[in-house]
């Protein structure tokens, strides 16, 4: 894109996203995208940059690049569960003290209250003069009467940005399906929200009692949850308590890992039942007729603000004929999109539109900051291949890979083990998290790995293909241009010289690959015997955390001793490890150090500060780091 006056420089504008397995929140993040990338190109003359951003990560120094903020929107004005209060009020402080306008873009107000000290955490953040504007999906009037206390702040009434779903990922509704979506929501959900009566027991047999009357009514149901652990373990139960464990595959949608999965399945639906509110707004987006079960008044506002209030279930009416009877008179007459519910998708744009067009001229106008040049690529490491959506770690996917190599990257890390049959391949150990990840059972591999052909069958999270070594080798062949750490992990020594073996297999007579290879290793014997294989492998040793070290005696000196007996160049290490003298001692020595992983910008450049010379990373895009 041109700038179309030479006066006016880049802005950057950082998009504030709630990541987590609730999918739902993700979709509103992707929404909140769509619409600001609509509004960007019609309303500002200057080049721009938009890069999301974890509301948990605490990367104060990413948040200080911004000229302008927005949040993209869910319930952030609460204080009771979850702690969006405090990350809230943490990134206005910073956007106070730097001066950098903010947006909140759609939120959810929950509740008030004079003597809670988060309550009131939250409500002077609100009042910071950096917050601009506030558009609210339900309680605006809580909003205006008990948290805003200054003038100047621009408040309307909208609209929850995944109304749009159905545009943003291209679905519409399946025609001609007898499938009922029972959308499950952990058996606590009601319990932490104050309601009494509504307990886990009675929690199941309301599901059993669904499924029986949706089946006298003739219809097919399957259970789905929006992506998040609770919900899908007490989905399994329900599954077990209806007597369908084992046909899971048929009764119960895969989880979904994505946000486009969760539109897909609930697009599969003639209607739903769901707990989750997200369910029941993609549901309406898609036109799929949906019950909510109410277990915070969020949802009743969301029944209002549709004019479906009477599909909005609340604890006391949890009957399930009654239920049922609801749901198919909904499904007989459809959804239509209330006219005013189709002036807010309007207006969203609008006022996102105002923002930027008052706030992102002035910013455009400012002189552009003197910055330090770093060549990022130069710097970085991909930890695993590189994580993905900011949210999934460890996958060591190829395809990953490709984007990452994309986005600029040209150094990369992966993890290998050897599985029970003695082929290499790319995981992060195998450890329980690692079988919950690949959707294994880790009580049938407490005495081995899994064979190959089982692993290679397996998805990390249920959608990132697993690859083995020699895939890995053929693509880094390709990548002629890069760098690639292997991370062994620490083997016994009969693995040890299995997967060593395997690697100079792989690894034989590809010469110019291996000068672009480097091994790490954990200990003095697997270092050795890297060296006595004659393969001339590079080679980073380890250093542990402090406590290790000074368990086991392990000095600087005795690892930069072992370092230059075998000419390793590179020390690995943790950030638990990484200390300024630690570095400067081992560069003393002539030793390069490599830390993993740091995934906030702020831990990065504190890392950089000591003289590290390469920084492990799962989520850090090289390509936004050399535009902001």
């Not at 948040?63 to 702690?83: N, R, V």
């Not at 460890?394 to 003695?422: C, P, W």
């Not at 083997?491 to 997967?499: A, D, G, I, Y």
Request: aromatic content about 10%; hydrophobic content about 40%; proline content about 2%.
């Amino acid at each position: 894109m041109k700038k179309k006056k030479e006066n006016l420089r880049r802005i950057k504008i950082l998009l504030v996203e709630i990541v987590n397995r609730n999918l739902g929140d993700n979709v509103i993040a992707d929404n909140a995208e769509y619409i600001l990338m609509k509004v960007l190109p019609r309303y500002i003359k200057q080049e721009y940059t938009v890069y999301r951003y974890n509301i948990y990560s605490e990367d104060y120094i990413l948040l200080q690049k911004a000229d302008l903020i927005i949040f993209a929107g869910g319930g952030l004005i609460k204080y009771k569960q979850e702690s969006f209060y405090y990350y809230t009020s943490e990134i206005l402080r910073v956007a106070e003290e730097h001066q950098i306008p903010v947006y909140f873009n759609c939120i959810g107000v929950e509740g008030y209250e004079e003597e809670d000290e988060r309550c009131q955490q939250l409500k002077s953040s609100l009042n910071y003069s950096c917050v601009k504007g506030i558009s609210v999906r339900d309680d605006v009037e809580t909003l205006k009467k008990c948290y805003l206390q200054k003038g100047g702040i621009h408040i309307t009434k909208g609209i929850d940005p995944a109304v749009l779903s159905s545009k943003v990922y291209g679905v519409i509704k399946e025609s001609g399906s007898r499938v009922i979506g029972l959308g499950i929501i952990r058996d606590q959900i009601f319990i932490d929200y104050g309601i009494e009566g509504i307990d886990k027991e009675s929690e199941l047999n309301l599901w059993c009692d669904l499924i029986v009357e949706i089946e006298k009514q003739g219809y097919e149901w399957q259970l789905f949850t929006n992506g998040l652990a609770q919900d899908h373990k007490f989905a399994m139960e329900v599954l077990e308590a209806a007597g369908k464990a084992e046909e899971a595959e048929k009764y119960f949608a895969k989880r979904p890992a994505s946000t486009k999965d969760l539109v897909d399945i609930i697009s599969r639906y003639a209607g739903i039942v769901a707990g989750r509110m997200h369910s029941n707004i993609i549901a309406y987006a898609l036109k799929v007729p949906g019950i909510a079960l109410v277990w915070n008044n969020k949802l009743l506002f969301w029944g209002k603000r549709i004019g479906y209030q009477e599909r909005f279930i609340q604890p006391w009416q949890f009957e399930a004929s009654s239920i049922v009877d609801t749901l198919l008179r909904g499904m007989k007459k459809g959804v239509r999109k209330k006219a005013g519910a189709r002036l807010c998708e309007i207006r969203m744009q609008r006022w996102l539109a105002w923002f930027i067009r008052t706030y992102g001229y002035k910013a455009a106008l400012l002189p552009e900051k003197k910055k330090k040049v770093i060549e990022w690529q130069k710097k970085l490491v991909a930890v695993a291949l590189g994580g993905a959506e900011l949210r999934y770690t460890s996958i060591n996917h190829l395809d990953v890979m490709k984007q990452k190599y994309e986005d600029g990257f040209r150094k990369f890390e992966a993890d290998i083990r050897l599985t029970s049959d003695g082929r290499l391949v790319c995981v992060n150990g195998w450890s329980e998290k690692t079988y919950e990840r690949l959707g294994l059972d880790a009580e049938q591999f407490k005495l081995e790995p899994p064979a190959y052909d089982i692993f290679m069958k397996c998805k990390s999270y249920g959608v990132y293909e697993t690859a083995d070594f020699e895939q890995l080798i053929a693509q880094i062949e390709e990548m002629e241009d890069c760098t690639l750490f292997l991370d062994i992990g620490r083997p016994s020594k009969k693995v040890l010289r299995q997967m060593i073996s395997e690697i100079c297999r792989v690894c034989k007579e590809k010469r110019q690959l291996i000068k672009r290879l480097l091994v790490r290793v954990q200990t003095k014997y697997d270092l050795e015997q890297f060296v006595a294989s004659k393969m001339k492998f590079r080679l980073a040793y380890y250093i542990p955390s402090q406590e290790v070290c000074e368990e086991k005696n392990i000095t600087v000196a005795g690892v930069a001793e072992v370092c230059e007996k075998n000419k390793v160049k590179w020390v690995t290490m943790s950030k638990e490890a990484l200390k300024k003298e630690v570095v400067e001692e081992l560069h003393a020595f002539g030793v390069k150090v490599c830390v993993f992983s740091l995934n906030t910008l702020t831990e990065i450049e504190d890392a950089m500060k000591m003289g590290v010379d390469l920084v492990g990373t799962q989520h850090i895009s090289i390509k936004v780091l050399s535009e902001i």
